[in-house]
Nanobody, 123 residues
Framework: QLQASGGGLVQAGGSLRLSCAAS????????VGWFRQAPGKEREFVAG????????YYADSVKGRFTISRDNAKNTGYLQMNSLKPEDTAVYYC??????????????????WGQGTLVTVSS
């Protein structure tokens, strides 16, 4: 199971840190992906990190503002979001999937999903 947390209401330019806590012993075998879904839009890839943390990948829209990380000893993934914009408003989901150093970018490639946490950025 995955539990995403850390969402909330923040003003534009502010920061939030999302966490994704996993139960079970397989967390370190998978890449961690963060996705978001705004009202009326499809779920989109935001950032991903390989199983070891050695590789990361970001959507162009968040590159330079968001940082993904993970702590395998704590079975937890993180998404640090800085310089938030109103267009970042969405429900954010974490997911586990992929293998090795591969970081999937597509929703169907992920096997396990958290329940989502709402991020609202006011202008």
């Amino acid at each position: 199971q995955l539990q995403a947390s850390g969402g909330g209401l923040v003003q534009a330019g502010g920061s939030l840190r999302l966490s994704c806590a996993a139960s079970g012993r397989t967390f370190s075998r998978y890449a961690v992906g963060w996705f978001r879904q705004a009202p009326g839009k499809e779920r989109e890839f935001v950032a991903g990190i390989s199983w070891s943390g050695g590789s990361t990948y970001y959507a162009d829209s968040v590159k330079g503002r968001f940082t993904i990380s993970r702590d395998n000893a704590k079975n937890t993934g993180y998404l640090q979001m800085n310089s938030l914009k109103p267009e970042d408003t969405a429900v954010y989901y974490c997911a586990l999937g992929g293998s090795g150093v591969y970081i999937p970018k597509q929703v169907p490639a992920y096997d396990y999903w958290g329940q989502g946490t709402l991020v609202t950025v006011s202008s």
